[in-house]
């Protein structure tokens, strides 16, 4: 049987339910599976204790942990640290085979200097994504080809 990649999905907590349909496109299409059971999580954060907080990161960070590939959902309007501090801590981990950020079409003045690590890929919009993933892109696209 072949082994089948992990990916975990890194996103504002309130784009979980535009994650589940990428979820699910990536399962039905790649045969990927995507761990991540924030995605899944209805918990109204702002009635979330210290201690669930706490519990919530620990268990992303497992799952990071478990996955192959790590990928960044990252418009730079969006308000919200924790997806950064998640690339770090997959950076760091160097277990992920493949690392991808996913912009949303703009091109950010000023993209972190993380960005240029040779082992992350980017990706303007998903679709771009999805044309890789389905062989019609030639090739991977750096930051540096990307914030030129």
């Known amino acids: 049987m072949p082994m089948t990649d992990r990916v975990y999905l890194a996103a504002p907590y309130d784009r979980r339910v535009e994650m589940r349909q990428v979820a699910r496109w990536l399962e039905e299409n790649c045969s990927y ?60 981990s160097k277990n992920h085979r493949r690392i991808h950020v996913i912009g949303d079409g703009a091109r950010p003045a000023r993209p972190s200097i993380f960005m240029f690590l040779p082992e ?6 998903f679709e771009s994504y999805k044309a890789w993933l389905a062989g019609k892109a030639d090739r991977l696209t750096t930051a540096e080809d990307a914030f030129r």
């Open 33 to 92: 599976e995507v761990v991540g059971r924030w995605i899944h999580s209805d918990q109204d954060e702002s009635k979330m204790s210290a201690m669930e907080f706490a519990e919530a990161a620990e268990g992303d960070l497992r799952d990071i942990d478990f996955a192959d590939i790590f990928v960044l959902f990252a418009k730079p309007s969006e308000p919200g640290k924790g997806r950064f501090i998640e690339l770090g801590y997959a950076l760091a």
């Open 120 to 125: 992350i890929h980017y990706h303007p919009t």
